[in-house]
């Protein structure tokens, strides 16, 4: 049974937030659950955002030409466990965008490819105190050609992202608290205008994308077969500029997000390969983003390969 | 393992640290654009025939201070004064405005069209505040830069700097004053050397020019174009290309030709262009009236059309009457089987768009917060200049007989659209979703296809070379607004007609001003 415990630990997110936001919450790169060796677990997340309100800037509006602009994702995710401390994660998202209102078209496609590795360095166990310390490192690319210029109903921002992070964990019992702080470094993008204006005309079709930086604070009940947690997030955009009065979304606006959320799993007791995620977040503070609700579920199946390790 | 996960970690930081040690620096294809050096510098242009000047000597230019006189010999010392300790500061406005005057004030009326291209937030009420030009910091800022309206500022700033320079070219051969760097070979040319005469200051003319028709075009950002022009002028003494009397003289011939276009501006019927209710409401019931069905707004909520009576502005290369005999008869009627057919395969575009058609109808939408049409028109157009190495007053010549053909092209266009008021796509399918917004106006005929084929038609003429590329570009940007999902086929291929058609009288005029 211990085996079981960290199954399917430690699914991941693909997708950053963005002007419509998809941060996806399930078991991702941003907890502290690993795999155990030789262990393979994969599956499909479903994610449905929505928002009919958003931040122009640091104005809060709506917007009659657009309505409620949702977007809806199936992300394939898959984790394996090289050792018990090293893990790598990739997930692909396919994604659908929509307005409700007005007369822009959505749009849909393949958004970025993502792949971490999640490198647990330090664990202290005393008692009934556990403390975990991770380095993590991912990058995320465009998996098709997708369009970035056509926001809110872009399905992504085409950027590479290489991102670096820092996660602690402690446990006491069954209760945890994980916190983490990431660096995201994004390449610039090119556009399909051949010019464009952010805060003075640009007579390129480069846009220079600032990085960003994420943090995370996520608490809970971490047992067997049930993990719930709740978490907060911020996204801040290093630079960028603000969309101006009335004005359209660019990529490289300065798109900031608070958002609070939670994030269950559920492993099945008959069949213990399989398990289930549901979780959901909402935006409660933002700049230049739409003030987005999302709601998401999945299916997970784990694999194991070779011999396990020896249990302790 | 543990090897394994150290050297993943290694391998990580190596490509991180490459990732992160890439320039993230952009730079516009035209920031490092070659110092002007002209391949002729038109010593004749002075006989050219102006726009609105009666004659080049209509604003007199008092005779230059001589080279041997200790006032010239001061004005000399400050050149030299500057040429001592250049910052980098210095050196980069150097290089950036030796690239041409012409260019540089195409450039920022470009950016100033774009910053100002914005649509006006609707009242609390669902009505919508107008930008008022008395006071053009409250919101919504004056003036919305939408196509018209740039088309206009476009073709005034140009045609007033290519008077003014006309004017300038005959004051520089009457008076043949040599540049600093000629009259004292201690003065550094950081700038090409020419032998065109030096007085008045021909960088100092447009950058007068464009000052004062600004004031009247976007009054709402005076510090930055004022500091712009100060810049300038400042770019010039520092090369040693002028000494302050060429600068002083060119930048006050240069306002005072301007003003002479402020005035023709003021009265051109732009003023009221935007309408009220009663004249709104005409559209819509004299559309009913002939059995049609009329246009309508789809903005929400529905914002009144933009500029209506556009089509009654003053144009600059016919009169009034010919802009009305250049209107084309009318598009299918929305009952008819033709137009059922166009609805169609504007639909069967749009309901799966590829990546390639998405690519063309972005790269030419032009839309809110651009430069619109007749700026990327104006941009295209100064990229294939560049390497030609006109003259200033050449580089002017051209971007006036370009901006002249797009206003026009305006005016007819938006004659046309108000006189058949004929609804969108959208309007008789709302199935048809569209991949970029649809704009404030009627159908017919397509403004991007009336700019374009006026566009092509005199670029084709100046740069003979590029026709075929100008010609293809012109049927892109038409059949972009099909793919779209804005404009019908008839919109767009008789636009492209009517625009050609405006264009060869830009042609016409360029046969005839006396520049060859």
Known sequence: MKKNK??????????????????????????????????????????????????EGTLKRNNENLGTVSSQSVMYMANYGITDDLNIMAGI????????????????????????????????NTGKHRLSVFGIAGI?????????????????????????????????????????????????ITIDRSSYYDTELRLTNEVNMPNAAQYQLRTGYRGRYLLAEAHITNWTTLGGFDITRNNMPFPSNRMNATQVGASFKY?????????????????????????????????????????????? | ??????????????????????????????????????????????????????SPTEFPVAAPIATNTPEYIAQVNEIKSWQKDLTSQEKAIVKYWSAGAVLRWNEILRELVAKYNLPPYQNADGTYPFPNPSNPLAYPQFPFANPPYAARAYAYVSAAQYDALVAAWHYKKLYNRLAPYKVDNTVNALVPQTDLPSYPSEDAVVAGAAVEMLKLLFPGDQDFIQQKAEEHMRARLIAGANVRSDIDA????????????????????????????????????????????????????????????????????????????????????????????????????????????????????????????????DAIAAEDFIPQRFSEVRWARNMALLNMALMDAAIVCWETKYYYFNPRPTQLKPEIKTLTGIPNFPAYISGHSTFSGAAATILSHLTPNRASAYDAMAKEASLSRIYGGIHYRSDCEVGLEVGNNVGQFAVQRAMTDGAG
């Open chain 1, 6 to 55: 960290s199954l399917y630990r430690g699914l991941l997110q693909g997708m950053v937030a963005f002007f419509i936001t998809l941060t996806a919450s399930a078991q991702t790169d941003m907890d502290a659950i690993m795999m155990n060796r030789n262990q393979f677990c994969n599956g499909f997340l479903y994610n449905y955002s929505s928002w009919d309100h958003y931040w």
């Open chain 1, 93 to 124: 998202p396919y994604v659908w965008t929509k307005a409700s209102a007005g007369t822009l078209h959505g749009l849909n496609g393949i958004q970025d490819l993502s792949v971490f590795a999640k490198w647990r360095f330090l664990k202290k």
């Open chain 1, 140 to 188: 995320s690319t465009p998996s098709s050609d997708y369009v970035a210029d056509f926001l809110p109903l872009s399905i992504g921002l085409h950027s590479t992202n290489l991102m670096v992070r820092g996660m602690a964990d402690y446990q006491y019992k069954r209760f945890t608290v994980t916190g983490s702080a990431t660096y995201v470094v994004r390449s610039n």
């Open chain 1, 267 to 312: 492993t099945l007791k008959s069949h213990t390969n399989l398990s289930f995620l549901a979780g959901g977040q909402y935006t409660i503070a933002g700049r230049n983003m739409g003030q987005s609700l999302a709601l998401n579920g999945g299916a997970f199946y784990a694999f194991y390969f070779g011999k396990q390790k020896p249990k302790k």
């Open chain 2, 1 to 54: 393992m543990r090897k394994l996960s150290f050297l993943i970690l290694i391998s990580g930081l190596a490509f991180g640290t490459t990732f992160l040690s890439c320039n993230k620096d952009i730079e516009g294809r035209t920031e490092n654009a070659p110092a002007l050096a002209p391949a002729n510098i038109d010593l004749n242009a002075g006989q050219w025939v102006p726009v609105l000047l009666t």
């Open chain 2, 250 to 377: 060119g930048e006050s011939l240069g306002k005072a030709v301007a003003q002479k276009f402020v005035t023709r501006a003021r009265g051109d019927r732009a003023g009221a262009a935007a309408g009220n209710q009663a004249i709104w409401d005409k559209l819509e019931t004299d559309c009913i009236a002939r059995g049609e069905t009329p246009w309508y707004s789809l903005d929400s909520p529905k914002r009144p059309p933009m500029l209506p009576l556009f089509g009654k502005v003053k144009p600059f290369l016919f009169d009034s009457l010919t802009a009305i005999s250049l209107r084309p008869g009318p598009p299918p009627s929305v009952n008819s089987q033709q137009m059922r057919d166009e609805t169609e395969e504007v639909y069967q575009f749009i309901k799966n768009p590829t990546r390639e058609r998405i690519a063309i109808v972005h790269f030419w939408a032009d839309g809110v917060g651009t430069y619109t049409p007749p700026g990327h028109w």
